[in-house]
C-alpha cells in the first residue's frame, strides 16, 4: 500500500503562482511512476502531466504545457507540480496518484494509489 498526502493548494490571482506537493509513505517510492490529475466541479476528472519513477521523463496536458513542471525528490518520497501563470480555469481539486511501472501513465484507470486532493482556486 501507498499512501499519498497533496498539500499547497490554495487561492490565487491569474497569473500567479502555487507549487503542489505530495508525499508519499509505504513502499518504495521510486518504484512508482507518479501523476497529477484535477477535477472542476461538474466535470470529470483530468489528467494534468505524470513523472517516470527516476524523474527523467515527463508528459503534460496540453492545456497546461509550458505553465506546470512536474518534478520529485525520492529522497523525500515526494513529487511536485508547480504552477505558473495560473489561469481561471486551472480552479480545481488536484490529486496525486501513483502506480508502479517504468511507463508514464496518463489515464485514470491506471493508477492504483490516490490522495485526498488539494484544492486551488484562481480567481480573475
Known amino acids: 500500500q501507498v499512501q499519498l498526502v497533496e498539500s499547497g493548494g490554495g487561492s490565487v490571482q491569474a497569473g500567479g503562482s502555487l507549487r503542489l506537493s505530495c508525499v508519499a509513505s509505504g513502499r518504495t517510492f521510486s518504484s512508482y511512476t507518479m501523476g497529477w490529475f484535477r477535477q472542476a466541479p461538474g466535470k470529470e476528472r483530468e489528467f494534468v502531466g505524470t513523472?517516470?519513477?527516476?524523474?527523467?521523463?515527463?508528459y503534460y496536458a496540453d492545456s497546461v504545457k509550458g505553465r506546470f513542471t512536474i518534478s520529485r525528490d525520492n529522497a523525500k518520497n515526494t513529487v511536485y507540480l508547480q504552477m505558473n501563470s495560473l489561469k481561471p480555469e486551472d480552479t480545481a481539486s488536484y490529486y496525486c496518484?501513483?502506480?508502479?511501472?517504468?511507463?508514464?501513465?496518463?489515464?485514470?484507470?491506471?493508477?492504483?494509489?490516490w490522495g485526498q486532493g488539494t484544492q486551488v482556486t484562481v480567481s480573475s
Open positions: 496518484a501513483a502506480k508502479e511501472t517504468i511507463s508514464l501513465i496518463t489515464t485514470i484507470a491506471s493508477y492504483d494509489f
Open positions: 513523472i517516470s519513477r527516476g524523474g527523467g521523463r515527463t
